[in-house]
T-cell receptor, first 109, second 117 residues
Framework: GENVEQHPSTLSVQEGDSAVIKCTYS??????FPWYKQELGKGPQLIID?????GEKKDQRIAVTLNKTAKHFSLHITETQPEDSAVYFC????????FGAGTQVVVTP | EAGVAQSPRYKIIEKRQSVAFWCNPI?????LYWYQQILGQGPKLLIQ????????DSQLPKDRFSAERLKGVDSTLKIQPAKLEDSAVYLC???????????????FGAGTRLSVL
């Protein structure tokens, strides 16, 4: 089955700085790579996604990059704000969604 | 648009007792998923329904877990008997009809936090 590794497990950044989370996967058949944000007491919420035929996608302060050859993809958050504090999950899909273990992001004012 | 509704939000039971969780998906979403999220981990798929049929239940511990979606809308997940290791958040998600080629964007409910003592 698919194996998704996510790093780092925790990330502390100063407000205004950038945050980067990286994920690697094993199944080359994977074709869809979403990122979810989970706030305390809530379910995961999709924040950005990318298909396997695209190398980069940006939506305001967040961006995702995909390297299919190396089988890794990354989430970039620029100009971080306190409301960006949450757990972020990468996921990989080839029809079935497999999640990484999550990254706890703490943005300090 | 209403989101995925789940109840109860919290449940505390003793081991060997039974428990049931309820989920109402987003209107029009044919596909419904149940996930188990253990503290500090990502969600793990337990079962996936397309309308009222099971698409994937390969990771459902069938000796104690069961799920149904009788009319293709609401779903219930049951655990009987519960074990200590079942303590987790149980998330329900829904999406438009599932295909291998589509994104299958999943929308999650807030989950039910289960504590087994």
């Amino acid at each position: 089955g698919e194996n998704v590794e996510q790093h780092p497990s925790t990330l502390s950044v100063q407000e205004g700085d950038s945050a980067v989370i990286k994920c690697t996967y094993s199944d080359s058949a994977s074709n869809y790579f979403p990122w979810y944000k989970q706030e305390l007491g809530k379910g995961p919420q999709l924040i950005i996604d990318i298909r396997s035929n695209v190398g980069e996608k940006k939506d305001q302060r967040i961006a995702v990059t995909l390297n299919k050859t190396a089988k890794h993809f990354s989430l970039h958050i620029t100009e971080t704000q306190p409301e960006d504090s949450a757990v972020y999950f990468c996921a990989v899909s080839w029809g079935k969604l497999q999640f990484g273990a999550g990254t706890q992001v703490v943005v300090t004012p | 648009e209403a989101g995925v509704a789940q109840s109860p939000r919290y449940k505390i039971i003793e081991k060997r007792q039974s428990v049931a969780f309820w989920c109402n998906p987003i209107s029009g979403h044919a596909t419904l998923y149940w996930y188990q999220q253990i503290l500090g981990q990502g969600p793990k798929l337990l079962i996936q329904f397309q309308n009222n049929g099971v698409v994937d239940d390969s990771q459902l511990p069938k000796d104690r877990f069961s799920a149904e979606r009788l009319k293709g809308v609401d779903s219930t997940l049951k655990i009987q008997p519960a074990k200590l290791e079942d303590s987790a958040v149980y998330l329900c998600a829904s999406s438009l009809p599932w295909t291998t080629r589509a994104k299958n964007i999943q929308y999650f409910g807030a989950g039910t936090r289960l504590s087994v003592l």
